[in-house]
């Protein structure tokens, strides 16, 4: 219910922003993601897709890695999969590794074309960044999720995370669609995806915060209900926030630019 209106509140906020350009020029979730985007995002221009002229706060293949981890995060919490503390069985675990080798063949054909003597397989396009890319966000999804929750829970559910083929191919089924939402060119439904990608960027440096730091104080396995979850996540996000901050703030520092690299188009 609460996932339902926070999203028609993106679509009404996101008709009223694409509706008057200056509107989308200065949307500050938008501003704010393109610094979270900046901290882990070559954020190339000509390797990004836009709203009506207005470049995504991730190129095409981050978008793609970062909102199959949001989607892939929220489908597993609302089908009940909070607990579930095993990785994938063995063949979907190494389908879902083929998925991230599959992004990085892609990955150095599109860098082989910043050198012109160097060969490469194929021409690069951004529907394939962004395809690739969400085939490795899945497999983030589904490896990091069960860490997280083994991480927090008592009495986690020892089940794996998803069991079948049947499972990997629902969760297929939605990141296509997500990717045809993409492709669309819709503006309005363009802005609500640019913002849910950089909310993945969050959500996996947040999951990753708090393994690492429940880790650290040990005090992992501890938690029986979920309010017992909010401090921990809370500070981990709150550290994401800090991390990737400083890490956009160094680059711009560095560079000059949150947006793409001196030299590289």
Avoid at 137 to 154: E, K
Wanted: net charge neutral; charged share 10%.
């Amino acid at each position: 219910m609460a996932l339902g209106i926070l999203l028609l509140a993106l679509l009404v906020m996101g008709w009223y922003t694409v509706t008057d350009s200056s509107h989308l020029a200065h949307d500050p979730l938008l501003a704010g993601s393109d610094y979270l985007g900046a901290a882990l995002c070559h954020r190339i221009t000509s390797r990004s897709f836009v709203i009506n002229g207005r470049q995504f706060p991730l190129c095409a293949r981050c978008t793609g890695m970062y909102l199959g981890v949001a989607l892939t995060f929220a489908a597993l919490f609302l089908a009940g999969r909070g607990r579930r503390t095993n990785l994938p069985p063995l063949p979907i675990l190494l389908v879902l590794i083929g998925f991230i080798g599959l992004m990085g063949v892609d990955g150095l054909n599109s860098y082989a074309h910043f050198f012109p003597t160097l060969p490469h397989l194929y021409e690069p396009q951004n529907w394939l960044r962004l395809v690739t890319g969400m085939g490795t966000g899945l497999a983030m999804g589904l490896l990091v999720f069960p860490a997280l929750a083994q991480t927090l829970w008592r009495d986690g559910d020892g089940r794996s995370i998803i069991e079948s083929w049947g499972e990997l191919l629902g969760l297929v089924l939605l990141l296509a669609v997500a990717v045809l939402l993409v492709l669309s060119n819709q503006p309005t439904i363009a802005y609500v995806l640019a913002l849910v990608s950089a909310t993945g960027v969050l959500l996996i440096v947040t999951a990753l915060n708090a393994v690492l730091l429940l880790m650290v104080i040990k005090r992992d396995g501890l938690a029986q209900r979920w309010p017992e979850t909010a401090v921990p996540l809370l500070i981990s996000l709150v550290l994401a926030v800090v991390e990737l901050g400083a890490l956009a703030i160094l680059r711009f520092n560095l560079l000059g630019t949150i947006t793409g690299f001196p030299g590289l188009a």
